[in-house]
């Protein structure tokens, strides 16, 4: 009598590796923090873009005779000096400094990215200039370069919706240091990996080498720096606003509608003039560093399954 011996075939999906992101994406939705930074970020997005369509009030709405009243039913955050309801302004004020953010950051990954990737490409003496730049960048301070760029911008009398583009462009102009210098680092180590070689052997030329090939195996570490400069840009036009020096009236901002409580009696009594902004900034800004970190450590390949 034979026996047959039978064999357990393995199941197919064992059989095909994870991919790369696949497994990020598993690593990034086992931290409940990130997640939970995730969801906060989705949440002011839909508020602040969304929110305002259903608002009965209108950003230019003036009512002397409902000026400084506490939060109730009918202003749920209250209304300012002029009777101006907070919760719109706030949600108003978060499309502008969350744009802010956003675009400054897009402009430093251009920026950090293009000139990283062809430092660390050529290297010798273009690796050198473009290094020698970044260092001088990185040695200006950058809160105070914006707070004098932004005087320079009131004594030109550049109107209020031009400052915000421009605002937008000198954050971003100020900050493409650091992606540079970690793009680079990375370009130097993957230009000695063998699929160069295969673009040497195929006689691709240096622009196709340099985006088809390398700039793609960045994107994780362009991602993680990416998101934390949002944070880092958002902080920065809410201080020059709040100065007076970033986005200014009639267009609301997280910063200026701070600097609205600009006196001790405000500050004591009206709490619900500084308080609601000030919260947006905290909770905005910690949940893009949750989501950072979730992104880096979910993206190190260093990281174990």
């Known amino acids: 009598m034979e026996i047959a011996t039978m064999t357990k075939k393995p199941a197919a999906s064992a059989m095909v590796p994870e991919s790369p992101w696949r497994m990020a994406v598993r690593r990034f939705s086992r931290n409940k923090l990130a ?17 305002p369509l259903f608002s009965p009030y209108n950003l230019y709405d003036y009512s002397l005779v409902d000026k400084n009243l506490p939060p109730s039913s009918t202003h749920w ?41 062809v430092a660390g490409f050529y290297r010798k003496k273009i690796d050198t200039v473009i290094m020698r730049i970044a260092d001088i960048f990185m040695s200006l301070p950058t809160l105070p370069i ?19 583009y421009y605002l937008m462009f000198i954050i971003g102009l100020l900050s493409w240091t650091t992606l540079a210098r970690l793009v680079r680092g990375q370009i130097l180590s993957l230009r000695e990996q063998e699929f160069m070689l295969a673009t040497e052997a195929l006689g691709l030329r240096d622009h196709r080498k340099i985006f088809r090939h390398l700039l793609p195996n960045t994107i994780p570490i362009i991602i993680v720096t990416a998101t934390l400069s949002v944070a880092s840009a958002i902080l920065y036009e809410s201080s020059l606003s709040f100065l007076g020096l970033g986005v200014i009236p009639p267009t609301p901002s997280w910063g200026n509608l ?18 609601p902004p000030g919260m947006c900034i905290l909770i905005t800004t910690v949940a893009i560093n949750l989501i950072g970190d979730g992104l880096r450590d979910a993206l190190d390949p260093k990281m174990k399954r």
């Open 146 to 164: 914006l707070i004098i760029l932004g005087a320079v911008m009131s004594d030109l009398k550049v109107p209020p919706p031009s400052r915000i």
């Open 35 to 51: 997640l939970g930074g995730l969801v906060i970020l989705v949440m002011m997005f839909l508020i602040c873009f969304i929110g």
């Open 77 to 117: 955050f209250g209304t300012d000096k002029l009777g101006r309801d907070i919760l719109l302004r706030v949600m108003l004020a978060g499309r502008i400094s969350l744009l802010v953010g956003i675009v400054a950051t897009v402009i430093t990954v251009i920026i950090g990215g293009i000139l990283g990737a």
């Open 258 to 275: 701070i600097s609205d409580a600009n006196n001790l009696i405000d500050f004591r009594k009206r709490p619900w003039l500084w308080i």
